[in-house]
């Protein structure tokens, strides 16, 4: 920390901010700027933007910061990390061996996108339940799930989700007599010994594991993705110091006793900071695993609501400008970046440049609000897009929505 960080009135400038601990990609287009809209038109959480602390923080809470984005390569396995409450990695490595049989590595390919990504879940049934975060699955036209109990490999598919939570729960094919992880419901502490578990880098094998504790409680972050530019907040999340890395989410934050308490979903990817009192570390965020678990017992029993989607995705395939999206330089309507080749937009007559301005009858002024149209809707149904063309004729169309990739 040098002295020209330092703000004229004495205190350091705040941490930079967190990003996602985003499902970890490979392959990914340059210069890709559109998001694909099914049913959930294409939210893709990929940073934190900002954060905003509504429960108890820990008195060392970060106040500065330094150092430089994380590439997303992982942290090493085996317990890299150590706790600042002393316990170092052979603690941490302890720790992690009684969690790592109740994992699974995540790896999706994002047809429509020509990407590769990777991340992790949670064994919630030895006949193959996996919990993990939406993120880490949306827009995947494949997901192949290994076990890291018994090292067998299987496709999966999208029992639900639950966007607006980022949690969706998979059903492994063929899986019988996994390892299921060990859950504690009960609320954590602020000050608490934890170890953030996961497939950090998308590397596969022995999970990463890293060391902290719990730094504050009840926390919200307001998380926008860098490709599209949506936005969604998630409330009441777990905060640590341990370094949660890209390739964890959907992964274990764990207790000193081997028990999940919390699901990786957001982190300060490789930012470091240091406080006002010399302590220094990372921002984690976690999803309390009561509250997980209590919306994948939902997603299970089949009971869709508002939020929670159950089963195949509806698509109606295009693609909307990223610059546009949520935000919107158009005033009225869902720009048109492109068309998904034998989709029923396709078939409907919408191309690039068209607006989208209404579903069934009803407005729709942005693409986040043709997300919210689209919601109900499931594969086979029959409604009437709307839309303006690049001379400004309006058109309508009734299409039959296929099936595509969660969102």
Do not use: C
């Not at 910061?65 to 002393?86: I, L, M």
């Not at 409907?348 to 209404?358: E, M, N, P, Q, W």
């Not at 086979?380 to 309006?394: E, M, P, R």
Request: no cysteine.
């Amino acid at each position: 920390m040098t002295d020209d960080m330092v703000e004229p009135d004495g205190t350091y400038p705040p941490p930079p901010a967190p990003h996602r601990v985003r499902r970890f990609r490979r392959g990914a287009l340059i210069g890709t700027a559109v998001a694909i809209v099914t049913l959930g038109a294409g939210i893709g959480l990929g940073h934190v933007a900002w954060t905003t602390g509504t429960g108890s923080v820990a008195a060392s809470s970060a106040s500065s910061a330094s150092g430089s984005t994380s590439s997303g390569s992982g942290s090493t396995s085996s317990g890299s990390g150590s706790t600042s409450s002393g316990s170092g990695s052979t603690e941490v490595s302890s720790i992690a061996a009684k969690v790592d049989p109740g994992l699974v590595d995540i790896d999706t390919t994002l047809g429509y996108q020509e990407e590769e990504a990777a991340g992790t879940g949670i064994v919630l049934t030895s006949t193959g339940e996996i919990l993990t975060n939406n993120h880490v699955i949306d827009g995947a036209t494949s997901i192949s799930v290994t076990d890291v109990g018994n090292g067998k490999t299987y496709s999966a598919t999208v029992v639900g989700y639950d966007s607006t939570k980022d949690v969706a729960v998979l059903q492994l094919h063929g899986a019988s007599g996994l390892t299921t992880a060990s859950l504690d419901t009960a609320t954590v502490s602020v000050g608490e010994t934890v170890v953030g578990i996961g497939n950090a880098g998308g590397t596969g094998g022995t999970p990463s594991a890293a060391g902290g504790t719990v730094t504050a409680l009840n926390q919200s972050i307001t998380a926008s993705d860098e490709g599209d530019g949506s936005a969604e907040q998630l409330t009441g999340l777990i905060e640590t110091n341990a370094d949660i890395q890209a390739g964890d989410s959907g992964g274990s934050l764990v207790n000193s006793a081997g028990q999940v308490v919390g699901m990786d979903t957001a982190a300060s990817a490789g930012f470091s900071f240091q406080s006002t009192g010399g302590s220094s570390g990372y921002e984690g965020y976690a999803i309390p695993i009561d509250e997980a678990v209590t919306l994948a017992k939902q997603i299970e029993a089949g009971s869709s609501s508002s939020s929670v989607h159950i089963g195949t995705t509806a698509f109606l395939g295009v693609e909307i400008d990223a610059a546009a999206y949520g935000y919107g330089n158009v005033s009225s309507g869902a720009t048109v970046a492109g068309v998904i080749t034998g989709s029923p937009a396709e078939e409907a007559g919408l191309a690039a440049g068209d607006v989208i301005t209404s579903v069934d009858g009803n407005a729709v002024d942005s693409a986040q609000a043709l997300t919210s149209a689209l919601e109900p809707y499931k594969p086979g149904d029959h409604l009437t897009i709307g839309w303006s063309d690049a001379s400004g004729v309006t058109h309508t169309a009734t299409v039959v929505l296929s099936s595509g990739p969660p969102q």
